[in-house]
């Protein structure tokens, strides 16, 4: 048995909360702090220092030795330099232990090492971290020691973002102003923000790190590139929400106990689809923290695996065949005074404001659905979308019955008068309670659902940050507001002017209302007629970024610059180029030092027996010795043309110079080349003695953890 925790007493233990502040601050400068991260504004300079000085003391008390501007930047993981709180010794030889206000407010690493798309050139390196006040400082406890984390965002000497962080904070300021304008135009005067919500359930992986440290693809790749399918796949849909084996329960435990800690609200855990594969959902949280605490449970996920002799694979896809890894990002809008821009109510015929933001959604998504598919692209998740597990390509919206009976008498007649109602489970045993049906079932298979008072956008990748999803939401919805905020309050009819409003917007964009089995192909064919984008790879996606619509929507709302914009299509043709230029130099390792000599062991073993057999008993049949030593030999030389032939592609791919030119190539010549080489590959893994098999199977990852 684990020792028994209190988990009231040990959650937000290690973070810089306000109860903190509260304690550590003089009253003056905690109201300052707490006006400033309430309204979003700017940090008073001079109360940096005292709340510097607290923060140190309070990590100081707790065992710190360091602290780091914590930023991410476009490598998609986090970044962080640490330094010491020592200053340098005075005459008697001590040190004191320092951290000014300047500090904590601004940090300047060396930035040229970072991915900047050529915004930054060499010669003009600098780069800015400045304290994101609205996203509590943390303390971490690891191998490395006790270290205060300061969540930051990471700028160019010019103010051009270089992060995640700081585009979607400008998000967030357009998508409050603008909701707030949605909000006055129903007679609220008291909300004083709106803040974006967001809940990500991530999913991932976990193997055996003894066996994960013998396959090099998942080393250097963090996916495999070769395997056979075991005998055993996820048929038999047992691992989905099974009991929890001890060695994966012990692992979850840690991770909550330590997520727990630095204020993340771990809620939610169970097995997924496929065998070896898991979820963790927080409660949900304001977007910023939300993206934060989603990379801290992630780092946790990894960290805490290693403890555990396990390692933990983010990846999209690690195992061809079984499901992939995703991450819904459930989102919402809530003022500060608790109301939610996304509840229907029971009766969401009558609630005309509900029915304008939602108008106002379908709108948005439906215009810029090359955007929300951009920002679920990664180079993993090219292997999950569009493939019949998981979201399709096609940006389409799930709405329910309830909503979609709203729209349609909405539509045809012009007024909607009624709402279906959820009625009541029968569940038929005498003992069990009938339960309250909820109006809407779920669909699982639409990439943008209605789930009740919020969106799940299903289609971003489990490896990846959710911040620019969250950024294209917040961004494409305050324009859509704008837009009938600045019609709507000129009208001198306000009743009938938002009525036609609704109806006009909701006939414009219905198209993209769908509730079928979006895993068909009937829907490929049905959405093409529609005329909504099927965009099939990230290399295809990115174009979306630097459109004219997409220039015109972010440079409004004073999110991305068109350089900004130009910046991260090139960092991400380069991670594109980049990681499948590693994956196919990892297969060309494997191949050509690890497959090959393996099976020509087993050709020569063959041979040998065949010869041995043959001399001891002439007349003893050897034809199946002979068989598959004919079949091994065919498929032995396969590979070998299929190796040459990656070999010679990734070589001419590496010399090409322009980002773009540069992923396509990759896209189009060596992965197809890839999967070429593959091929052969597994199935001589199930020809081959295993004992002879260079590395774990697909069998002994994901069942034998
Ligand atoms: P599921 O989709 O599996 O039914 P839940 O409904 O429990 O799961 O929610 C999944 C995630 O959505 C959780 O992180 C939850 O906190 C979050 N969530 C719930 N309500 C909202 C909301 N109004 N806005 C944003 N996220 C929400
Ligand atoms: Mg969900």
Not at 566 to 588: F, G, L, P, W
Not at 597 to 616: D, H, M, Q
Not at 638 to 657: G, H, Q, R, W
């Given at each position: 048995m684990s020792e028994l925790i209190n988990v009231a007493e040990i959650f937000g233990k290690n973070v810089f909360n306000e109860t903190v502040m509260r304690e550590y601050l003089p009253k003056g400068v905690f109201k300052k702090l707490k006006k400033t991260i309430e309204d979003g504004a700017e940090l008073d300079p001079s109360i940096a220092d005292v709340v510097a000085h607290a923060m140190k003391d309070w990590a100081i008390r707790h065992g710190a030795t360091h602290y780091t501007h914590w930023f991410q930047p476009l490598t998609g993981v986090t970044a962080e330099k640490h330094d010491s709180f020592i200053s340098a010794p005075n005459t008697e030889g001590k040190v004191i232990m320092e951290f000014s206000g300047k500090e904590l407010i601004k940090g300047e690493p060396d930035a040229s090492s970072f991915p900047s798309g050529g915004l930054r050139a060499t010669f003009e390196a600098r780069g800015y971290t400045a304290w994101d006040c609205t996203s509590p400082a943390f303390i971490r406890e690891d191998a490395l020691g006790v270290t205060l984390c300061i969540p930051t965002a990471f700028c160019s000497y010019r103010g051009e973002a270089l992060d995640q962080k700081t585009p979607l904070l400008r998000s967030m300021q357009a998508i409050d102003r603008q909701s707030l304008r949605i909000l006055r135009l129903f007679g609220n005067t008291t909300s004083k923000r709106v803040v974006p919500s967001v809940g990500p359930e991530q999913e991932y992986f976990l193997v055996d790190r003894a066996k994960y440290l013998q396959r090099k693809d998942l080393i250097y790749a963090g996916r495999t590139l070769f395997g056979a399918m075991p005998p055993k796949g996820q048929e038999l849909e047992d691992h989905y929400f099974g009991a929890i084996r001890e060695r994966i329960g012990a692992f979850m435990n840690e991770v909550n106990q330590e997520l727990w800690k630095v204020g993340v609200t771990a809620k939610t855990q169970h097995n997924e689809v496929a065998p070896a594969q898991h979820e963790l959902a927080p409660i949900y949280d304001e977007v910023n923290v939300a993206v934060d605490h989603n990379q801290m449970v992630m780092e946790t996920l990894k960290k805490v695996a290693g403890r555990h002799g396990m390692t933990c694979l983010l990846h999209e896809k690690p195992f061809a065949g079984v499901n992939g890894s995703g991450k819904h990002n459930n989102w919402s809008l809530i003022s500060d005074d608790g109301i939610n821009l996304l509840n229907p109510g029971d009766t969401p015929h009558e609630n005309i404001q509900f029915l304008l933001v939602l108008a106002c959604v379908l709108k948005a998504v439906d215009k810029h659905a090359d955007l929300l598919r951009e920002s679920a692209s990664d180079v993993g998740n090219d292997h999950r979308l569009g493939a019949n597990e998981a979201p399709p390509a096609i940006i389409s919206i799930f709405l329910g019955e309830q909503l979609e009976d709203v729209i349609n008498q909405l539509c045809s007649t012009g007024e909607a008068t009624h709402s279906k109602k959820g009625g009541k489970l029968l569940t038929g045993v005498a003992t069990l309670p009938d339960l309250d049906k909820d109006a809407t079932d779920r669909n699982r298979t639409s990439p943008f659902a209605f789930t009740g008072n919020k969106f799940e956008f299903r289609m971003v990748g489990s490896a990846d940050s959710i911040a620019p999803p969250n950024v294209v939401l917040n961004t494409i919805v305050a324009e859509a507001f704008k837009e009938v905020a600045d019609e709507l309050e000129k009208a001198e009819d306000f009743d009938t002017a938002v009525h036609d409003m609704i109806k006009g917007l909701l006939a414009e964009h219905r198209r993209i209302i769908f509730n079928g089995n979006g895993y068909s192909d009937a829907w490929v064919e049905e959405a093409e007629k529609r005329g909504l984008p099927n965009i099939r790879s990230m290399v295809d996606a990115i174009p979306a970024l630097t459109t004219d619509k997409a220039v015109k929507l972010y440079e409004?709302?004073?999110?991305?610059?068109?350089?900004?914009?130009?910046?991260?299509?090139?960092?991400?043709?380069?991670?594109?180029?980049?990681?499948?230029?590693?994956?196919?130099?990892?297969?060309?390792?494997?191949?050509?030092?690890?497959?090959?000599?393996?099976?020509?062991?087993?050709?020569?073993?063959?041979?040998?027996?065949?010869?041995?057999?043959?001399?001891?008993?002439?007349?003893?049949d050897t034809s199946v010795q002979a068989e598959l030593l004919v079949e091994t030999s065919a498929?032995?030389?396969?590979?070998?043309?299929?190796?040459?032939?990656?070999?010679?592609?990734?070589?001419?791919?590496?010399?090409?110079?322009?980002?773009?030119?540069?992923?396509?190539?990759?896209?189009?010549?060596?992965?197809?080349?890839?999967?070429?080489?593959?091929?052969?590959?597994?199935?001589?893994?199930?020809?081959?003695?295993?004992?002879?098999?260079?590395?774990?199977?697909?069998?002994d990852l994901i069942f034998e953890v």
């Open positions: 409004e709302f004073g999110v991305f610059t068109r350089a900004e914009l130009e910046s991260r299509a090139e960092v991400e043709y380069e991670a594109y180029a980049k990681a499948i230029n590693i994956e196919a130099r990892t297969m060309i390792d494997m191949a050509g030092k690890q497959i090959i000599p393996a099976v020509i062991r087993y050709t020569t073993r063959l041979a040998e027996s065949l010869g041995t057999v043959k001399a001891a008993c002439p007349e003893a498929l032995l030389s396969d590979m070998k043309v299929a190796l040459a032939a990656l070999t010679d592609v990734t070589e001419e791919c590496l010399v090409v110079s322009d980002a773009c030119a540069c992923a396509h190539a990759y896209h189009d010549k060596v992965v197809p080349a890839m999967e070429a080489l593959r091929a052969p590959a597994d199935k001589l893994e199930m020809i081959v003695d295993k004992e002879l098999w260079p590395f774990p199977s697909y069998g």
